[in-house]
């Protein structure tokens, strides 16, 4: 598979999820125990799951809705048991749009279950990504992705 690929598809599917997550609900705060969260995502795009941590606070929760990409439009429904996020993602090199299901369930666990059509190149795919998100810990750390700071990785 493509590397450059790879590295944009780990990014996108990792924020797509962050992303509706975040966007949905800014203003009620963050729902579930704030702290360390872990991200684990599997898909038939890539060989083995990417695992993120993820600080999820009422602070980083609200600022999920700036970091919604330009070339990015999403529509967000919100319910107390979870969100339902659609997305469209027109690149310079593809394209990627789908649906999103995140559930809450108890408040120290999430699940999620995407269904991503890529274009690229002129050849059309589509995937199912499957998320699980942990609660870890109270404490935020460096390792984070939205508190790792720039150039450190």
């Keep these: ?17 962050f992303l509706a997550a975040g966007a949905g609900v800014a203003q009620q705060g963050f729902p579930e125990r704030p ?27 609200a ?22 996020c659609t997305m469209d993602c027109d690149m310079k090199t593809f394209q990627m749009k789908g649906p999103t299901d995140i559930a809450f369930d108890g408040l120290e666990h999430m699940t999620g279950k995407a269904t991503i059509t890529t274009t690229m190149g002129g050849k059309t795919t589509t995937s199912v990504v499957t998320t699980d998100y942990r609660w870890k810990g109270a404490a935020c750390t460096d390792a984070d992705v939205n508190t790792k700071k720039k150039g450190g990785g």
């Design 1 to 17: 598979m493509n590397p450059a690929f790879t590295r944009v598809w780990r990014v996108a599917a990792g924020a797509l999820v």
């Design 35 to 61: 702290g360390d969260w872990e991200f684990t995502s599997k898909t038939d795009a890539l060989p083995e799951p990417m695992v993120d941590h993820f600080c999820l606070t009422n602070e980083t929760w």
């Design 63 to 84: 600022k999920a809705l700036t970091q919604v990409p330009d070339f990015c439009k999403i529509q967000i429904s919100v319910t107390s048991k979870g969100i339902h």
